[in-house]
């Protein structure tokens, strides 16, 4: 039930959603005796889009996301296991086309591979079923087998996990999998500005690990200023960066984690 109420709740919590619907409420009542609250629910949803569509709004939203966790040293040496969360693929398109098909969140792969190679005794675990709720006949698990067999890393080092459609699952069952013994070192790979939300559900399952965040969406605060090229791009990352801080605070409320914010130890 959590699932199909978070994913309902969630095309609202894209603001480019959540906008259109209003307008097309306002353009719905404007033929009706409350024409003036249509015309003005319509100008609000236009003007709300132009907003975070080209101003840089979407990366002010971000910016404190990505830079909760730095970048990840290997001071300490070589990691026991690495963990790569989902959500690098489109599985409607790789199964459509036999392919494999990266989205734009594709380098926590990449990164995973490259890590795999560094450190070749470290177990690697896959976590990623399918977070749809049309089209989820495959998983992101059977993709990414394909995606590090085909990338040099053997089969049977491979920890796959293929049923979590959230991040609370992710934790869960990656944990159940892997079974990490006391004073291991795991390493958990995910976007940047998704990690904070990421880092709260894996402590709170029990599964301490240290942040390697990828897939920068900025290059830091000069960014703040930096307006989008088109609408799509800027409501893209309005989106994304809303919808993560509404995933912290519900996670929190749910009790699937500690932390409102959570941070580096």
């Known amino acids: 039930m959590f699932f199909v109420l978070s994913k309902v709740a969630g095309f609202f919590a894209a603001p480019s959603n959540f906008f259109m619907v209003l307008g ?17 629910l319509t100008v609000a949803s236009l003007a709300m889009l132009g907003l975070m569509g080209l101003t840089p ?4 939203l971000i910016l404190p996301l990505e830079e909760r966790f730095p970048r990840w040293e290997d001071s300490r040496g ?49 976590s990623g079923g399918s977070g749809r709720l049309i089209f989820a006949d495959m998983s992101e698990a059977e993709v990414a087998a394909r995606f590090f067999e085909e990338h040099g890393i053997a089969r049977e080092r ?17 944990r159940r999998l892997v079974q990490p013994k006391a004073g291991e070192r795991w390493l958990l790979v995910t976007s940047a500005y998704h990690m ?20 920068w969406r900025t290059r830091g605060a000069a960014d703040t200023l930096r307006p989008f090229n ?36």
């Not at 989902?86 to 591979?113: K, P, Q, Y």
């Not at 990421?198 to 897939?215: L, M, Q």
């Open 24 to 40: 097309f409420v306002g353009l719905a009542i404007s033929v009706t005796r409350f024409a003036r609250l249509g015309f003005g």
């Open 57 to 60: 709004l979407g990366n002010a």
């Open 78 to 126: 070589a990691p026991h296991g690495i963990i790569v969360l989902g959500g690098a693929f489109d599985t409607v398109v790789s199964r459509a086309r036999r392919e494999i098909s990266l989205n734009e969140a594709g380098e926590r792969m990449t990164a995973g591979v490259a890590l795999a190679r560094k450190y070749p005794a470290a177990r690697l675990a896959f």
């Open 158 to 174: 491979l920890h796959l996990e293929g049923e979590a459609r959230n991040t609370v699952e992710n934790a869960h069952l990656t």
């Open 196 to 215: 904070p939300r990421a880092v709260g559900v894996f402590r709170a399952a029990g599964f301490a690990v240290e942040a390697h965040p990828v897939d």
């Open 230 to 265: 088109t609408v799509g791009d800027g409501l893209r990352r309005t989106d994304t960066a809303v919808r993560e801080w509404l995933g912290l605070l519900i996670y929190w409320l749910a009790g699937h984690m500690h932390e409102l914010f959570p941070a580096p130890p």
